[in-house]
């Protein structure tokens, strides 16, 4: 299996999923992104919460629909006092999902692109809306931290035991992941897999805000941190991705116990790998 090149042409813009219509009512996680910042000493009251409810304006005709909107302040750690602000989250997440109006039954379908809009932005009008309060490079830095608080604070899904366990090859992806990537890779001596993503669904979404710096901290900059909580023996090297306007994604998961000087390869193995 070693050396031997995978690919797949996975992506398609047309994928669909199930979901259920209470996670777009649950303001938990904004709620305790909010609480970190407070933690951190970056007060949200005041211009990031301006800047911040600017983005999450939404049509009037789905607007008039915040009535129906119930939420608990008892279950809120910060935003128990904004329940406004908590309310325009909830509508944000419809109107991004390019719907009209709040969905009447427990569940509906949407196409995975629209659902990862409404995952994606709501994370980069977080990170946007820190310019209120600081510079943009402070801002970005500030909000790759509180990723990385929140991924070791949540863990991941996935466990892999070796480093080849990061071979789409060895997985069966699911939701949104599924047909989500075009991609080729490689088991290579040494303790390594080489993974090069030349199409992304979360990259064509973020495409949509054309801030490639804010999007990189809100989509790309957390794998460095999920890879070692997965396992603490990996480490993520990588040189860009397609956010930054390169032509692929070059991951090189490196397991430690066997590759104990991890370094990056070099463009031209990419450039040669399909």
């Known amino acids: 299996m070693e050396n031997k090149t995978f690919s797949g042409e996975l992506y398609r813009d047309d994928s669909m999923m199930e979901v259920k219509t209470s996670q777009f009512f649950n303001v938990g996680r904004l709620d305790l992104w909010l609480h970190r910042m407070q933690q951190a000493g970056v007060p949200w009251q005041g211009a990031f919460r301006d800047r911040l409810l600017s983005f999450y ?28 602000l908590a309310r325009a989250a909830v509508l944000k997440n419809f109107h991004l999902m390019l719907l009209e109006a709040l969905p009447a039954g427990e569940a509906f379908t949407v196409n995975v692109k629209d659902l990862l809009r409404a995952y994606l932005h709501k994370s980069y009008f977080l990170a946007k809306s820190l310019e209120a309060v600081m510079p943009k490079p402070q801002a970005i830095e500030f909000h790759q931290k509180l990723v990385d ?20 090859a060895n997985q ?17 001596p040494g303790g390594r897999v080489a993974k090069k993503i030349t199409k992304c669904k979360w990259c064509e979404v973020l495409r949509e805000v054309n801030d490639p710096d804010y999007a990189y901290a809100v989509a790309c900059h957390y794998d460095f941190e999920a890879t070692k909580v997965e396992n603490p ?29 991890p370094a990056h390869l070099p463009e031209d193995f990419w450039a040669k790998m399909g």
């Open 57 to 84: 304006a939404v049509p009037q005709r789905l607007a008039a629909e915040g009535p129906r909107i119930v939420l608990s302040p008892d279950n809120l750690q910060a935003l128990g006092g904004d329940l406004p």
């Open 149 to 168: 608080v929140q991924t070791r604070a949540e863990g991941t899904s996935d466990h892999p035991q070796q480093v080849a366990d990061h071979l789409f």
């Open 172 to 188: 069966k992806l699911k939701g949104a992941f599924a047909e989500a990537f075009n991609y080729s890779e490689r088991l290579l």
């Open 233 to 261: 023996a990996f480490t993520l090297t990588r040189a860009g991705t397609l956010i930054q306007g390169r032509p692929y994604c070059d991951f090189l998961f490196h397991d430690t116990r066997i590759d104990k000087d």
